[in-house]
Structures are given as C-alpha cells and as structure tokens.
C-alpha cells in the first residue's frame, strides 16, 4: 500500500447517513450518476459499484465496492477524479452527518 490505498483485488464498503429526508434525495440522485459511470468504461478497473438504500431507514446508505489496484492506486484514483465523485464529495457537509470507508479483501 505504497499510495496509501490497497493493492490488487479488493473491496470497499460505504456507509453514508443523510441529513434528512431532502439531503437523501439528493444523495440517492448523486450516489446514482456516480454509479452509472462507475460501472462504465470510463472506470476499467471498477468491477461494483452498487449503492443501496435502507429500507427500515431511509436516510441511510451503504455502498459496496469493488476494484483493482496497480501500486500506484490507479482504479482508486480514477474513480475518485470522476465529476459525480467530487460533486459528491463537495457536498459531505450539506447532505450526510456520516460518512465511514472500510476496504477489505475477499476470502475466496
């Protein structure tokens, strides 16, 4: 993990908890686009991006996630370089009170 991200296959799980019932439509809308070119050509090395929506509480999310990385953290970066991504990002403070990243790796 030279880059401070992992390398090889690996996965990612995103928790993120919206604001309020506003702040969550916004957040399903973005987290979608984001997925949409996730799961393009645009990003290769993305093998999931599916975001989710709890049922029993709709204000949270969970991403599940995951990619190939070379050493240099390559599918990491270009998926976070992506517009919809850092609209995201831009927007934490406004539209989520949480926001939690794990990176884990398959056992099988």
């Known amino acids: 993990m030279a ?3 992992p ?3 690996f996965h ?3 928790t993120l908890v919206a604001k309020g019932p506003q702040e969550a439509e916004e957040l399903a809308n973005i987290l979608t686009k984001v997925a ?3 799961d393009s050509e645009e990003e290769p090395n993305c093998f999931l991006y599916r975001p989710v929506r709890q049922i029993d509480d709709p204000l949270t999310f969970v991403v599940f996630e995951e990619y190939e990385n070379d050493e240099a953290g390559s599918a990491t970066l270009v998926h976070r370089q992506g517009k919809d991504f850092q609209e995201l ?3 934490k403070d406004q ?3 949480k926001f939690e990243v794990k990176f884990f790796k398959a056992l099988l």
Request: aromatic share 6%.
């Open 95 to 97: 539209l989520f009170s």
């Open 12 to 14: 990612v799980v995103a």
């Open 3 to 5: 880059s401070g991200l």
């Open 36 to 38: 949409k070119r996730a």
């Open 89 to 91: 990002i831009q927007k």
């Open 7 to 9: 390398v090889g296959r």
